[in-house]
C-alpha cells in the first residue's frame, strides 16, 4: 500500500502562487501512483470559503481517495461544510480512523481556538485512548498536524499549549508494538526524530513561499510531499 502525506497548502485569495502550488504538488502525487492521500492541515491560510473552494477544486485532481483534516489555520466548521465527504467526525472534532485499508489510520484533530499551538482536551484523548485499546494486531499509523516533539530547529520548540498533554500521548504510543509511525505538518520544515525507537516526522509545507530553514532554490521550488510504502 502506497499512502502519500501532503501539508500545509495555506491556500491564499492575497498569494496566488500558492494555489499553483498545490496543483504542481497534486500533479507530482498523481504520477506517484498512491492508493490515499491525506492532507494533514492548514488547507487554507485566513479559513475562508473561497480559499477553501479553491483548494477543493484542485484536490479534486487526485487521482486516488483522499481525506483531510485540520491545522492551525482551519476552521473547523468550514471544513465540515467544504469537505464533509472527505473527513469524519467525532464528538465535534474531525479525528477519526480509516478501517478499510491493510494500515489502519488516525486522523487526530490537534485544532485549539485559543492559539496557533496544538491542543489535546479530555474528549480527545479519550478517543485517542479507545482507538489503541480497540486496535488488537492491526498495523497503526497515526496523522496529526502538530509535532508531538521538541523541534530543536525553531526558535520555539514546543508546539503544544500543554505539554503534560504530549506526555500522555507519547505514553499512549510507545506502549502500542503495532503503531509503525506519526506524520505531521505546521513547522514548515522537514525534521524527524525517533521516541522509544517510534518514528515521528514533519514534511515541509506545500507552500513554497513559506518553507522555513536554509534550503537551495531548487528544493524550495520542489513540489513538498511524503511517500509512505507500507
Not at 485544532?111 to 488488537?136: D, P, W, Y
Not at 497515526?142 to 505514553?171: G, Y
Request: charged share 25%; with cysteine; glycine share 4%.
Amino acid at each position: 500500500m502506497r499512502i502519500i502525506q501532503i501539508s500545509d497548502s495555506h491556500i491564499s485569495t492575497d498569494t496566488p502562487q500558492r494555489l499553483a502550488d498545490l496543483e504542481r504538488c497534486v500533479t507530482a502525487v498523481n504520477e506517484q501512483g498512491p492508493d490515499l492521500v491525506i492532507h494533514t492541515g492548514d488547507i487554507a491560510h485566513d479559513a475562508s470559503v473561497e480559499e477553501y473552494r479553491l483548494a477543493r477544486d484542485v484536490l479534486e485532481q487526485l487521482q486516488a481517495p483522499w481525506y483531510v483534516m485540520p491545522g492551525n489555520r482551519d476552521d473547523r466548521n468550514r471544513l465540515v461544510e467544504i469537505f464533509h465527504d472527505k473527513l469524519s467526525m467525532h464528538e465535534g472534532f474531525i479525528q477519526y480512523t480509516l478501517d478499510e485499508y491493510p494500515v489502519r489510520l488516525l486522523l487526530i484533530d490537534t485544532l485549539s481556538t485559543m492559539s496557533n499551538k496544538g491542543a489535546l482536551c479530555e474528549v480527545r484523548m479519550q478517543h485517542i485512548q479507545q482507538v489503541f485499546s480497540e486496535n488488537g494486531p492491526t498495523p497503526l499509523m497515526v496523522f496529526m498536524h502538530h509535532t508531538p516533539f521538541e523541534v530543536t530547529e525553531i526558535p520555539d520548540p514546543f508546539q503544544f499549549e500543554d505539554w503534560s498533554a504530549v506526555e500522555q500521548l507519547l505514553e499512549i504510543f510507545t506502549g502500542c508494538k503495532e503503531l509503525r509511525a506519526v506524520y505531521c505538518g505546521h513547522v514548515h520544515r522537514n525534521v524527524a526524530t525517533r521516541i522509544n525507537n517510534l518514528p515521528i516526522s514533519a514534511i515541509t509545507c506545500m507552500a513554497c513561499d513559506l518553507r522555513k530553514g536554509k534550503i537551495p532554490d531548487e528544493e524550495r521550488q520542489r513540489p513538498s510531499y511524503k511517500v509512505i510504502d507500507c
